[in-house]
């Protein structure tokens, strides 16, 4: 039976923190607000003092402790090593087993954990998209009319598909002799918002062979519920995810999703053997094709005369695990693309999971400062490898009334690989 870690477990790491306060410049929610609760030294004294029993669960605890994006750069510049994202998503479980799920927990609770019901709702979407959303031009998303619940007017969201990606295409698609094969993990993004980025992801495997296996039964990774406090989901989600990706033998577990491959690669990876195992066959889309050697195929491949300008986001969750150049060696060698650098391509987008939908101000504040990077390099397309990212870089430009668009590296490659 999976089962997380609890906040106790922490102790030895919360006692390493020697309140040095190097994680201040490198963290977007102090950056923003400039408060000593929102950063990392600030929210790990408040674990210890809720382990030492000298604070009860009080609101503002309560309210410091849900103002974090588990993104981890805290603990990708901490001297002494410090997970301050792990220690905040076992306080927000500790919190949720003593006062119970928030409103909005219980909601993701419920929705995340149920398959069948996403799949439900994704279908009945179409429907309601009408009432609520207006299309923005130039393809873009759909802006909300009025506020809904939970989320404000004004936000950028994707269309949801009414057939999920996973039910578009077969369950196995096989490939050529002797090369690998492996499971394709899709994620709820690309499953129900972003499903031309599972085709991408099929032709890119196709064009180099590999026998792609979908697992039907695949759910979602948990990581909303991790950041929700979620704790009894993420386990449940865990095991579906387990039984799924272990029924056929493959030779890894892909993902085109930084949250996911974080949770599949990182959060699983603690929760017993066969975890460990799945998590260490796990691998990011980029980092398999420049394993593969796709970089130097593509470089290959006669230059377009119509050339695109494009930037790179780098995901939290694949930056803070060391995985910044394999994104960046596929975009670069694009036949069509002439790639810049923005400066800071590295901070945060400001989504966080749940966070954007506790705290949009600050996520906008976030994100505003991501527009103006994207707007200064003089792109027209910023790519990433995360659905979540590509949803609120795009929301950001569209408040900082930009041109540009947010899109999938996989969405880029597709277009340049022959049919
Ligand atoms: S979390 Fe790390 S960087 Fe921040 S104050 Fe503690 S020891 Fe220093
Ligand atoms: S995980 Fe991110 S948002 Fe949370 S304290 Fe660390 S740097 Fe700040």
Not at 169 to 185: D, K, L, N, R, S
Request: net charge positive.
């Amino acid at each position: 039976m999976a089962k997380l870690k609890k906040l106790e477990d922490y102790r030895d790491e919360i006692d390493q923190c020697v309140k040095c306060g190097a994680c201040r410049a490198h963290c977007p929610v102090f950056g923003a607000e400039k408060h000593e609760g929102r950063v990392a030294r600030g929210k790990v004294a408040l674990a210890q003092s809720l382990l030492d029993g000298e604070i009860a669960l009080e609101p503002k605890v309560l309210e410091d402790m849900s103002q974090c994006l588990l993104c981890g750069s805290c603990y990708a510049q901490c001297p002494n090593k410090v997970p301050t994202e792990e220690i905040v998503a076992a306080a927000r479980r500790r919190i949720a087993e003593a006062q119970g799920l928030s409103t909005f927990g219980k909601g993701v609770a419920a929705v995340v954990g149920r398959p069948k019901l996403m799949n439900a709702l994704a279908k009945t979407s179409g429907v309601f998209a009408r009432l609520l959303f207006k299309k923005i031009p130039e393809n873009s998303g759909l802006r909300l009319r009025f506020p809904a619940p939970w989320i404000e007017a004004g936000r950028t969201l994707p269309p949801i598909t009414a057939k999920p990606f996973r039910e578009q295409v077969p369950e196995i698609i096989p490939g050529q002799p002797g090369m690998p094969t492996v499971a394709f993990f899709t994620g709820c993004g690309i499953n129900y918002m972003y499903p031309a980025v599972g085709e991408a992801f099929l032709k890119a495997l196709k064009f180099l062979g590999v026998t792609v296996i979908i697992p039907k039964d695949q759910a979602c990774c948990g990581l909303p519920a991790v950041s929700a406090g979620a704790a009894s989901t993420v386990e449940q989600l865990a095991e579906q995810n387990l039984t799924a990706l272990t029924r056929h033998p493959v030779d890894y577990v892909v993902t085109a999703c930084a949250s996911c491959n974080a949770g599949i690669g990182k959060v699983y990876a603690d929760l017993g053997d066969d975890y460990a195992a799945l998590a260490k066959k796990t691998r990011d889309i980029f980092v398999f094709l420049v394993e593969l050697g796709l970089a130097e195929k593509l470089a290959a491949l006669p230059k377009k005369a119509e050339r695109k300008r494009v930037t790179y986001h780098d995901p939290c969750h694949l930056r803070t695990r060391g995985i910044t150049q394999e994104p960046r060696a596929i975009l670069k060698a694009l036949p069509q693309v002439d790639y810049v650098e923005m400066s800071s391509a590295g901070t945060c987008c400001g989504l966080g999971g749940t966070y954007s939908v506790y705290h949009y101000d600050t996520s906008k504040k976030i994100g505003a400062k991501k527009a103006g990077h994207i707007a200064d390099s003089g792109a027209t397309l910023v790519a990433t490898d995360c659905p979540g990212c590509i949803m609120q870089l795009q929301d950001s430009i569209n408040h900082a009334g930009g041109k540009q668009q947010a899109v999938h590296i996989l969405e880029l490659l597709a277009e340049a690989l022959p049919e």
